[in-house]
């Protein structure tokens, strides 16, 4: 049974930096795509970032290109998303996600079939 297990949320403020973990087990397969999705309160749940992990490709959304980075670490079967100069509008829960589908940049916020509990980020002005 696929587990992922979010860590390191939490509150900072504006221009501040954190570090998103999450931890899977059970998912083991060959063709793997992970991601980050967040969601504010009143407002739907959107992609943030995703990565390819055979090819290493990887997705951002518009809003936090250039400041979010998603990475694997294979060895500990863990993903992470570094977050720098956040915003307020950046405050949400955050949900990791996985899937043995392969992903693509126009359809990997939608084939994510495994999701964590989310952790909460919330940025002060």
């Known amino acids: 049974q696929v587990q992922l297990v979010e860590s390191g949320g939490g509150s900072v403020q504006a221009g501040g930096s954190l570090r998103l973990s999450c931890a899977a087990s059970?998912?083991?397969?060959?063709?793997?795509?992970m991601g980050w999705f967040r969601q504010a309160p009143g407002k739907e749940r959107e992609g943030v970032a995703a990565?390819?992990?055979?090819?290493?490709?990887?997705w951002y959304a518009d809003s936090v290109k250039g400041r979010f980075v998603i990475s694997p670490d294979n060895t500990k079967n863990a993903l992470y998303l570094q977050m720098n100069s956040l915003k307020p509008e950046d405050t949400a829960m955050y949900y990791c996600?996985?899937?043995?589908?392969?992903?693509?940049?126009?359809?990997?916020?939608?084939?994510?079939?495994?999701w964590g509990k989310g952790i909460l980020v919330t940025i002060s002005s």
């Open positions: 996600a996985a899937t043995t589908r392969s992903c693509h940049r126009n359809y990997w916020q939608y084939v994510m079939d495994y």
């Open positions: 059970g998912y083991t397969y060959s063709s793997r795509c």
């Open positions: 990565i390819n992990i055979d090819s290493g490709s990887t």
